[in-house]
């Protein structure tokens, strides 16, 4: 399994981002599939789960409304589509294979400014 996440950076409040994993090594068009993220001094924490194949999404209270995940099984590619970013949702965005992120690639960073 490899997963690469790419397509951090600085943001202000209120702002968007995308973010996009590159995935191989697996059947990624029939996968459950997930967003983490750690921020800073704290522990790993889920946001976001999806069936590649079809199905509905599964979001983090914190994200919901306004993280929405999406897939190009073509591409082998993952999405994040991140508005209205806030403060609280700096950290490290990594795309992973299990919900608690224990295996995952290597992430890319959010920071959001006030």
């Known amino acids: 399994v490899q997963l690469q996440a790419s397509g951090g950076g600085s943001v202000q409040a209120g702002e968007s981002l995308t973010l996009s994993c590159a995935a191989s090594g697996f059947a990624f068009h029939r996968a459950w599939m997930y967003w983490v993220r750690q921020a800073p001094g704290k522990e790993i924490e889920w946001v976001g789960s999806?069936?590649?194949?079809?199905?509905?999404?599964i979001y983090a209270d914190s994200v919901i409304g306004r993280f929405v995940m999406s897939s190009d099984n073509e591409k082998y590619e993952l999405y994040l589509q991140m508005n209205e970013l806030k403060p609280e949702d700096t950290a490290r965005y990594f795309c992973?294979?299990?919900?608690?992120?224990?295996?995952r690639g290597r992430g890319t960073l959010v920071t959001v400014s006030s």
């Open positions: 999806m069936w590649t194949a079809g199905g509905p999404e």
């Open positions: 992973a294979t299990t919900r608690d992120g224990s295996i």
